[in-house]
């Protein structure tokens, strides 16, 4: 998972994969009619594994039972889960192999690639210019093409482009403190101060007095 290694192999069309299960899985696309015997009964959908069919079935009903232990967030997958746990201890395993910086998940790393290969597949639907990150596409737009909406802070009267840079900047006012250090139990209101407090107090140390591998961010 980490190395990025794929040892078993479509025999039609050569697409690499982790694991002998998801790669057998993958050849009965190929199949002409595939057989998917677990279906939805809400909207049609069929699947491979039951389990497959249990998580599209989350979509439907919104359950999320996948929950924070540190906060209230929740999740209809594991993986989210997951992913979202990297944000509360600072973690960011995936390492860029050409500028070494880290992130919480392989899509962001992926998306972070295009940074250095020079691809642009997100096209601005209005002028055509190109952007590596659909993110960046969007602000363009926003920006550009767009009258942008404007976000006022109710407390100070800040204004802001985007509604998630308000959410932020209100924590200077609410004392919100989302991001815990698992390791002295410090909370910290920006995910980069944590990772910060990370760096210098427990870069060589965890709780428990073994050795900790330094992260970069």
């Not at 204004?159 to 200077?172: A, D, I």
Request: with cysteine; net charge positive.
């Amino acid at each position: 998972m980490h190395t990025g290694e794929k040892p078993f192999t479509c025999s039609v069309c050569g697409k690499g994969f982790s694991e002998s299960g998801h790669c057998k899985a993958h050849e009965k696309t190929h199949e002409e009619q595939p057989e998917k015997p677990h279906c939805c009964t809400d909207c049609g959908m069929c699947f491979f594994k039951a389990s497959e069919l249990r998580r599209h079935f989350r979509s439907h009903t919104g359950e999320k039972p996948f929950r924070c232990s540190l906060c209230e967030s929740c999740f209809s997958r594991s993986e989210g889960l997951k992913r979202h746990m990297r944000s509360h201890t600072g973690e960011r395993p995936y390492k860029c192999i050409v500028c070494e910086k880290g992130f919480y998940s392989r899509q962001d790393l992926n998306i972070h690639g295009l940074t250095h290969s020079g691809e642009k597949p997100h096209l601005c639907p209005v002028c055509g210019k190109g952007f590596s990150q659909l993110g960046n596409m969007k602000e363009h737009e926003q920006n550009v093409h767009i009258k942008s909406e404007k976000y006022i802070c109710n407390e100070c009267g800040a204004t802001f482009t985007r509604y998630k840079s308000l959410t932020k900047h209100q924590r200077t006012h609410t004392g919100e403190r989302p991001y815990l250090c698992l390791t002295c139990g410090r909370r910290f209101s920006w995910s980069h101060s944590l990772s910060r407090h990370r760096r210098t107090q427990h870069a060589q140390t965890d709780v428990d007095g073994h050795e900790q591998r330094h992260v970069q961010f």
